[in-house]
């Protein structure tokens, strides 16, 4: 168990609607990414928040939205969504730049279905 | 921008025999760390070993190796005494040193044990 949770697990949605995912980091962890991984392909970075500000962006959709709250968990907001949106969504967090080792530790996944 | 390339899409070994995965990556930065995580079919993604670019003593977790080869940007893991266990997506992954930026994940390799 790494300590990041995700909300849900699955989601089946249809087409033109809107989902939202949630994750929590690692107690500590201030930093959030968010990574889409299309069927057995590598994972993509979307978007990376880190105390409440958005520090990074990947090849995000304007579809896609995202943001860290003030208790430091995040949401993934996709609308419109299409049948290419089907992926599974991690949620990773690390610690703080000094407090321990670079590295990021990634949640169970949310598999999203777009039917 | 990093690149990360894993040419081999698919491989096979037999239980207790030594397998190696390929990877090869592109940067113009200095300090960076090299991951290789394992995606069994609960799609979990699990660490298996990390490289500190600046080490230049190859890391070890138990049977998993790697031949790290900073100058060629070639970072093989080595899996000894195969277990059916293995089985799983592996994935080469590449952060740039400091505020534990995004990974750059490859495509990834399926390593199937046959018993």
């Known amino acids: 168990d790494s300590g990041v949770t995700q909300t849900p697990k699955h989601l089946i949605t249809a087409t033109g609607q809107r989902v939202t995912l949630r994750c929590s980091p690692r107690?500590?962890?201030?930093?959030v990414y968010w990574y889409q991984q299309s069927l057995d392909q590598g994972l993509q970075f979307l978007i990376q928040?880190?105390?409440?500000?958005?520090?990074a962006k990947g090849n995000i959709l304007e579809r896609f939205s995202a943001q860290q709250f003030p208790d430091l968990h995040s949401e993934l907001n996709l609308s419109s969504l299409e049948l290419g949106d089907s992926a599974l969504y991690f949620c990773a967090s690390s610690a703080p730049p000094g407090q321990g080792l670079d590295e990021q530790f990634f949640g169970p996944g949310t598999r999203l279905t777009v039917l | 921008a990093q690149t990360v390339t894993q040419s081999q899409p698919e491989m096979s070994v037999q239980e207790a025999e030594t397998v190696t995965l390929s990877c090869t990556y592109d940067?113009?930065?200095?300090?960076?760390?090299l991951f290789w995580y394992k995606q069994p079919p609960s799609r979990q993604m699990i660490l298996v070993i990390r490289?500190?670019?600046?080490?230049?003593q190859n890391a070890t977790e138990n049977r998993f190796s790697v031949n790290f080869q900073k100058a060629a940007k070639s970072f093989s893991l080595k899996i000894s005494d195969s277990q059916l266990g293995d089985t799983a997506m592996y994935f080469c992954a590449f952060m740039k040193q400091g505020n534990a930026g995004k990974s750059t994940f490859g495509d990834g390799t399926t390593l199937t044990v046959k018993p």
């Open positions: 928040y880190y105390n409440g500000e958005e520090r």
């Open positions: 490289q500190e670019a600046y080490k230049q």
């Open positions: 107690s500590g962890d201030l930093s």
């Open positions: 940067t113009s930065e200095s300090n960076y760390y």
